[in-house]
C-alpha cells in the first residue's frame, strides 16, 4: 500500500499486581504528578526497551536489530591485534580515525568525560542524553548501529592499517570517509528507524557531511496510572540456613517499595518516516524529500509497525520481577490508523484520578469507561481528524466501550489485523 500521511496510535489499559517495575535513582517505583494528584509512572525509556525485548519485535531484531555500545572502538582493536587486550597504540588509531572523522575525543572531568559525540544509556538501556566517558587511553564514543555496521567498519581499518600505522594522513582521509559513509548507512535497522540516533559531529569533517542523526518514527509516552497511588514499603529479611542451634536473628535485611497500578499507555508511528529511516531515503533537497518512497518501502514499514504494535501489547518491564512477578497482560487495547488530522493522546480522559467509590467498583472498567468517554467526547468536538480505522481488544469489558463497540474484535490478532489492512482490503 503507497498510501502516505498514515500515523498509527496504540492505547493500552494495563492493570499491574504489586510491583517496582521502573526504579528511580533511590530504588523507588518511578512517580510523577498529574492532574494535581501523584500518579505511579513507568520512563518511556523503559517501556520502549521492554518493546525491543519482547516477543514479535524481538524475533525481527534477532538478525536485523542494532547494537547499542561504548566498546565499539575496543572491539575494532581486538579485531586487529587478534587478542582479547589489544595494545594502547592500537586503540590509540583506531580511536584516531574517528576523532579525525569528527567525533570529538572526550575530555576529562573527574574521572569521567563529557562528549558531543556520544549517547548516554539510562538505567533501562535506552538513549538518556548526550554523555560519554573514558577509562585510561581507551576512549568510549557510545553508538547505535546495526549489526552488520561491525564487519564492514572492521575491514575498513584491516585493508588500511599498515598506512595508518605509519600516519599517512591521505589513507586516514579515506578512511575516515569510509567510516563516515558506514556510520551514516548503520542504521537501517528496525529498532533505530523507530525510536532514532541522535549523533553529533564537527562540521567540515569526513562525518560531517553525512547526516548521522535520525528522526524517530516512533513516540512513546510514559505510561502513568489513571489514579492517584500511595507508595508501601515491605520491610522482609532472610533467615541464615547455616545459623548455629540457638542462633536467633535474619542473615539479612532490608525494604524495598513498590505500589499497585492501573497504567494509561500511548504510543504513536508515523508510517513514511519509519519507511524513509529503514529505506535511509532521509536527505532533503530543495526544501523537500530528495528521493521519494516506493512499495517496496512500506512493505518494509508495515512489518515493523506490525511487530511494533504485538511487542508493545505484551512488553512488561523486568524490574524487581523475581520478587513481585507482576506479569500482567493489559484488559483493553484501541489501535488507531489515521490520515491527515492531528494525533491524539487520551492521557487527559485521566486528568481527574480514577476513584472506586462502591464495594463492587473495578479500577480496570472504570478505567476503560472514563477512556473511551473521553474518546467520544473528542470525537464530537474535533471531528474524525483522519481516522480511517479504529479496532480494540478488551478482556471482559463489554459494558464500558460506549462509542467504540462497533470497532470491538474477539482477539488481539484480529484487532491489529484490522487496523493494518489496506484500502483495498477494507472494500
Known sequence: MNDSGIKYEIHLIQNFAPSNLNRDDTGQPKSATFGGFRRARISSQCSKRSTRLQGPLAELLENQGAVRTRQLIMEIAKAIDTKEEPDERTIEIVAGVFEAGGLERPAKRSG???SQAAEAIGEDGEINGNEGFESGNKTKILLFLDKMAFPKLIDVFKENWDDLAKGNKEVKEKACDKVGRLLFEAVKAPDIALFGRMLEVKNNTPFGKYNMSVEAACQVAHPISTHKIDMEMDFYTAVDDLNPDGETGAGMMGVVGFNSACYYRYALVDRDQLARNLARKTE??????AQGLETQDYEEADKVVKAFLEAMIYAIPTGKQNSFAAQNLPSFGLFVKRKGGVPVSLANAFSTPIRPVRDDDDLVGLSVNAL??????????????????????????EKRLNGLAGSVKTSVDKAIHEVLRSDEETK
Not at 532533503?284 to 524529500?289: A, D, I, P, V
Not at 473528542?378 to 480505522?389: F, S, T
Open 112 to 114: 569521567k568525560v563529557k
Open 284 to 289: 532533503r533537497k530543495n526544501g523537500g524529500w
Open 372 to 397: 473511551t468517554k473521553h474518546w467520544d467526547a473528542i470525537k464530537e468536538l474535533y471531528g474524525d481528524q483522519g481516522i480511517k480505522v479504529t479496532s480494540c481488544f478488551h478482556l471482559q469489558q
